[in-house]
């Protein structure tokens, strides 16, 4: 007679890798939480469920957080750093993770933030405030830095939002005196950065280019994919311009099916990587497939 399985509590290894040119990323899952569609705005509660219903997600949502490892042209950059210790035991596991394909914290030179929202800001510090990454450059878009130190900023912002400030500012502060500011354009060989205005005011792009192969890495473009693709009026109550993230999401979507853009997101369902396509009503989600030599 078998004997009961005893269920694991978490998956094994949160990495996919996948060669881009020369270069290579790897998507590293920070966990998986609990969410609710009182984040989403723009349509209602009724739609929220059928669409996720329509995908075969559970309701309430559940949302994915990750950060990707870039490695290319001799550089060790993360985007995105995840929740860190902030938002309870089910989050926070991107050292983890990256320690177990060997790589700590150490050994990354650059950090490139898409946001600096408390889900991927707060894995740049530890439980005591200190930098994670001791040797990392932060790179943050320059409309991005400037409106979160901006003391006008919070009034200008949804209610929601206005612990994020001092968060942002606390997992900032270690990398002070090592942060780069930038706009648009090519900040690394091989790396560019793209302003994807609107969720915040510095929301930002990177797209990885090396030879004839491209990953567009993107931040809250979309923060519940197979909703917020299937209608991307959705908007959340954490968009500072909410106007402005619903044309910023049509646009990256359009852009992406249409060019047949390779994309990857910070909340998209691990392991995050894939392809737009367009869909009679919105857009949907096709994942890249799994192979088991990278
Ligand atoms: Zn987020």
């Known amino acids: 007679m078998r004997e009961t399985i005893e269920f694991p509590r978490r998956q094994p290894a949160g990495l996919h890798h996948l060669v881009v040119g020369d270069a290579l990323v790897t998507a ?4 998986t939480f609990q969410a609710s569609f009182d984040l989403i705005v723009g349509i209602d509660h009724a739609e929220c ?3 996720e219903t329509a995908a075969f997600r559970p309701i309430p949502p559940k949302m994915t957080m990750n950060a990707f490892l870039v490695q290319i042209a001799g550089r060790r950059m993360l985007v995105d750093t995840g929740c860190g210790v902030s938002m309870g035991p089910t989050l926070g596991m991107l050292t983890d993770n990256l320690q177990s394909m060997g790589v700590e914290p150490e050994d990354i030179d650059t ?7 408390p889900d991927h800001v707060n894995g740049l510090v530890d439980e005591h405030g200190e930098a994670v990454f001791p040797k990392a450059e932060l790179v943050v878009n320059e409309a991005e830095l400037n409106f979160f130190r901006d003391p006008g900023s919070p009034g200008r912002s949804p209610p929601e939002t206005l612990e994020f400030f001092e968060g942002a500012r606390l997992a900032v502060a270690p990398y002070s005196d090592r942060i780069r500011t930038l ?6 060989p091989g790396v ?3 302003t994807q205005a609107g969720h915040t005011p510095g929301q930002t792009a990177w797209l990885i ?3 004839s192969d491209t990953l567009m890495i993107w931040g809250d473009v979309v923060h519940m994919p197979n909703l917020q693709m299937a209608a991307p009026q959705a908007g959340t109550v954490l968009d500072i311009d909410r106007e402005q993230a619903i044309a910023t999401r049509k646009r990256a979507l359009d852009m992406a099916a249409t060019d047949r853009i390779r994309v990857a997101g910070t909340h998209f369902d691990f392991p995050a990587i894939g392809h737009i396509e367009r869909r009679t009503i919105g857009f949907g989600f096709v994942p890249e497939v799994w192979r088991a030599f990278v």
């Open 111 to 117: 950090v490139l933030m898409t946001h600096l929202h």
């Open 49 to 51: 469920e059928r669409l």
């Open 192 to 194: 560019t950065a793209v």
């Open 183 to 188: 706009r648009d354009g090519p900040a690394f």
């Open 28 to 31: 590293v899952n920070d966990g």
């Open 209 to 211: 280019e090396s030879g």
